[in-house]
């Protein structure tokens, strides 16, 4: 698996906490940052993450902002894209079992460190069920298809 990962001066903190996760976890990954604590516009973050992810460089992605609202929006409007924002592993293990969802979003303000490493592992160690799920997700890419 390989996964890109950025954050907004939001997210910083996290994302170092969930690259260390995927270092131990042995997981390939791109770090397409934000490297500073000044404002910065989520978008310039997100979307070249979601871009990487649909266009099948990337398997998945992990964004992190203040609320996780901002980064789960904007990839969102990356066509192939199935971002959900997680602040809870409940929810973590449902949006890979049923959504096949290939973008993570948290927000830092919203939970801690260790809750967003255990979200971040379930999600990433959780596979996709197909079966009735699987016709949900395709009705999904046709009307992006549209």
Known sequence: MKVAIASDHGGIHIRAEIITLMQEMGI????????????VDYPDYAIPVAEKVASGEF???????????????????????RCALVHDVF???A????????????????????LARE??????????????????????TDYEKK
């Open 95 to 114: 949006t890979r079992e049923h959504n096949d969802s290939n973008i993570l979003a948290m927000g830092e303000r919203v939970i801690g460190p260790g």
């Open 91 to 93: 929810s973590a293990k």
């Open 28 to 39: 390939e990954y791109e770090d397409f940052g934000c490297e500073c604590s000044n404002s």
């Open 119 to 140: 979200i971040a592992k379930t999600w990433l160690t959780t596979d996709f069920e197909g079966g009735r799920h699987l016709n949900r997700i395709t009705k999904i």
């Open 59 to 81: 398997d998945r992605g992990i964004l992190i902002c203040g609320t996780g609202i901002g980064m789960s929006i904007s990839a969102n409007k990356v066509k192939g894209i």
